[in-house]
């Protein structure tokens, strides 16, 4: 088994021009020059939980602009630090339906300690060039059509990315994307927006490939510097590992990059398959540059989440969670296996057993992956589909409240082909990332993002640690400095358990969490473990604290519902149940010390109202009966994991 990535034999991927890299699999010709290492000056005991935003679209993006987005990745970064940005007025009418002249101040309800702008690479910031009536792209014919709001034209707009040189419009694209100078509008938003130690920007783009109508195999990718190379696009290849290729260009040039799949929910069971892009299985090669260049995936998002389904997942009582179960080629029910992460958890175990090496080896991460550029992940700041909004001054009222609702019976959007987009119902309040970094700084945030020390939540504030290691001492929780020694003789999640000790039993787990400041109590913390048996693998999920004093009821194994204190009159809930805060050590008592298994905790909140409740309560409407009127919020950590000695 190789040790290290493949390495690119040419010089930098450019817009303009693609050289043709060597296959995945080849031997690497000459070393990578090494990338400095991030070397703290504080132990890792002094790390905290920054939350944060790494998938978020402005008006450069092409989608986002035809959807009636006007705000600048500028404003995006600073309503994103908590600064009061002035909405424009064009933009209100068309997402939120809200009429007049004069642009609405909004202002996040809680700042974000970091945020990458992730606009569409694909011609980045072509469309928005008919904000310029004086551009040559607003003079074309085709810039006419899309001006003109189109739907039609938008779709061909989307088609040219897959199409490339074969489209009739990439000539114009390709000129006003020129034009925009796109990469260099990126870049100095992120650095003018950077304030080290109180506000984290990071250099980033999409890579949109989108193989099939509606099939998503997007990727975020993310810099550490305040600069890059210019973005490699989905007209120049769909394949993610085309796109590998191009990151290990760039850390060839000395900067680190990396890349985060996303909305594996719509990915129609190619996110992790067990084949690579060219049909055959995944061999080595493959699965030690995926291991490295994709060390994180995107759990949740506005389009669902992506941890499981009641289908994947049958025991789990709680895997039907914000399930966006169609994808947009017509409302047709997308193919579950391969597209959700815990069944990618347990398929790279299955794949390391094979070949020696685990190519889903990810921590988790949430986001927004709102088009508005206003990053909100509170329920009330919602309305569905692509905006976030401040709901003093931008909530949805009248018709448009109506229509977020599903209550006109036109509001998913039909396509020039007659296909129905999604239900606008199933579209999910945004997630967060968090981490565990020593400060605010893009060398320790990102050193985190690397090391896999992040857990998800989604769109509150939860906190959650999670540590395993051979030789805790009975009741090291209730030690002041419990954290320290939890480092110094044990992982965190995002790591590997080291070898066990000859005679050892199982390993113990440390885990804590803490409620949103200003959010729900929560309910409990669990662990779900995935682990390889035979030729295929199985899963468990096992309750470690539970609020108010309950047991798992030893017939069933599961606990009582901790109980709902929402007023589905008025919205409102109290904090009356659940716990401020909950920990424990936990020994796994079915661990085999002969079998490879994964560990990830999940923390859910008591009930709370879904956006869709808040907003039909605000304009004095009926609560949708289709979705659930109240959510349990929740945490994922990012796993630990547990491989025996070879014999």
């Known amino acids: 088994m190789r040790s290290r990535m493949l390495l690119l034999t040419t010089a930098l991927v450019t817009l303009g021009s693609w050289a043709v890299f060597g296959a995945v699999g080849a031997a690497p010709e000459s070393p990578t020059p090494p990338i400095a290492v991030y070397a703290p000056a504080a132990p890792p005991e002094t790390r905290k939980a920054y939350f944060g935003e790494l998938h978020l679209h402005t008006t450069m993006s092409f989608d986002a602009w035809t959807f009636g987005t006007k705000v600048t990745p500028d404003q995006a970064y600073k309503f994103a630090r908590g600064e009061t940005v002035m909405v424009p007025a064009v933009q209100l009418a068309k997402e939120q339906g809200i009429a007049g002249t004069a642009d609405v101040p909004a202002r996040r309800a809680w700042p974000l300690d970091f945020t990458a702008v992730t606009d569409h690479s694909e011609y980045l910031g072509a469309v928005a060039q008919l904000d310029n009536p004086n551009s040559s792209f607003s003079k074309s014919a085709f810039g006419q059509e899309l001006k003109a709001g189109g739907r039609a034209a938008f779709f061909r707009a989307a088609a040219a990315i897959v199409e490339g040189e074969n489209s009739a419009v990439t000539p114009d694209l390709k000129a006003a994307a020129a034009a925009a100078d796109g990469w260099n509008v990126e870049m100095k938003a992120a650095n003018a927006n950077y304030i080290p130690g109180k506000f984290t920007t990071f250099v980033a783009y999409e890579w949109t490939a989108t193989p099939g109508d509606g099939i998503?195999?997007?990727?975020?990718?993310?810099?550490?510097?305040?600069?890059?190379?210019?973005?490699?696009?989905?007209?120049?290849?769909?394949?993610?590992?085309?796109?590998?290729?191009?990151?290990?260009?760039?850390?060839?040039?000395?900067?680190?990059?990396?890349?985060?799949?996303?909305?594996?929910?719509?990915?129609?069971?190619?996110?992790?398959?067990?084949?690579?892009?060219?049909?055959?299985?995944?061999?080595?090669?493959?699965?030690?540059?995926?291991?490295?260049?994709?060390?994180?995936?995107?759990?949740?998002?506005?389009?669902?989440?992506?941890?499981?389904?009641?289908?994947?997942?049958?025991?789990?009582?709680?895997?039907?969670?914000?399930?966006?179960?169609?994808?947009?080629?017509?409302?047709?029910?997308?193919?579950?296996?391969?597209?959700?992460?815990?069944?990618?958890?347990?398929?790279?175990?299955?794949?390391?057993?094979?070949?020696?090496?685990?190519?889903?080896?990810?921590?988790?991460?949430?986001?927004?992956?709102?088009?508005?550029?206003?990053?909100?992940?509170?329920?009330?700041?919602?309305?569905?589909?692509?905006?976030?909004?401040?709901?003093?001054?931008?909530?949805?009222?009248?018709?448009?409240?109506?229509?977020?609702?599903?209550?006109?019976?036109?509001?998913?959007?039909?396509?020039?082909?007659?296909?129905?987009?999604?239900?606008?119902?199933?579209?999910?309040?945004?997630?967060?990332?968090?981490?565990?970094?020593?400060?605010?700084?893009?060398?320790?945030?990102?050193?985190?993002?690397?090391?896999?020390?992040?857990?998800?939540?989604?769109?509150?504030?939860?906190?959650?640690?999670?540590?395993?290691?051979?030789?805790?001492?009975?009741?090291?929780?209730?030690?002041?400095?419990?954290?320290?020694?939890?480092?110094?003789?044990?992982?965190?999640?995002?790591?590997?358990?080291?070898?066990?000790?000859?005679?050892?039993?199982?390993?113990?787990f440390l885990l804590q969490a803490s409620k949103d400041p200003d959010g729900a109590n929560l309910d409990r913390i669990q662990i779900i473990k995935v682990w390889l048996d035979g030729t295929g693998y199985k899963e468990k999920v096992f309750d470690v604290a539970l609020s108010g004093g309950r047991q798992d009821d030893l017939r069933t194994g599961r606990a009582p519902k901790v109980g709902d204190t929402v007023d589905l009159a008025t919205g409102a809930y109290a904090n009356s149940i659940g716990a401020v805060a909950l920990g424990g050590e936990w020994r796994d008592p079915e661990f085999n010390p002969s079998t490879t298994a994964i560990y990830y905790a999940r923390v859910l909140e008591i009930p709370t109202p879904r956006w869709s409740t808040l907003l039909a309560l605000r304009n004095h409407l009926p609560i949708p009966a289709r979705v659930a009127a109240t959510i349990q919020e929740r945490a994922w950590t990012s796993p630990i994991w547990f491989t025996p000695p070879k014999s």
């Open 216 to 508: 998503h195999m997007h990727r975020n990718v993310i810099f550490n510097a305040d600069h890059a190379p210019p973005p490699f696009t989905a007209v120049q290849s769909n394949k993610p590992e085309d796109l590998w290729k191009y990151l290990e260009a760039v850390r060839r040039q000395g900067i680190d990059v990396l890349a985060i799949p996303h909305n594996s929910n719509f990915s129609d069971g190619r996110d992790f398959d067990w084949n690579m892009s060219d049909g055959k299985p995944i061999n080595a090669g493959y699965a030690v540059e995926r291991a490295l260049n994709e060390p994180l995936v995107e759990i949740s998002q506005t389009k669902g989440s992506s941890d499981t389904t009641p289908d994947l997942s049958p025991n789990d009582e709680f895997a039907n969670f914000e399930r966006m179960d169609h994808i947009y080629r017509g409302e047709t029910a997308a193919v579950q296996h391969g597209s959700y992460v815990r069944e990618a958890f347990g398929r790279g175990l299955v794949i390391q057993a094979r070949i020696g090496t685990n190519p889903f080896k990810m921590g988790v991460v949430g986001a927004s992956d709102i088009h508005n550029g206003l990053s909100v992940s509170d329920e009330n700041g919602y309305a569905g589909g692509i905006s976030g909004l401040d709901p003093k001054t931008m909530l949805p009222t009248g018709a448009a409240a109506r229509t977020a609702l599903d209550m006109t019976g036109d509001s998913k959007t039909v396509r020039p082909n007659g296909a129905r987009e999604n239900d606008p119902l199933q579209f999910s309040g945004a997630a967060i990332t968090g981490v565990w970094a020593e400060e605010n700084t893009r060398n320790s945030i990102f050193a985190a993002l690397k090391r896999k020390e992040t857990f998800a939540t989604s769109g509150t504030r939860i906190r959650v640690r999670m540590f395993a290691g051979w030789g805790y001492g009975p009741a090291l929780l209730q030690k002041a400095d419990w954290v320290a020694e939890a480092y110094r003789t044990g992982v965190p999640m995002g790591g590997d358990l080291p070898a066990r000790p000859r005679g050892g039993g199982a390993p113990t």
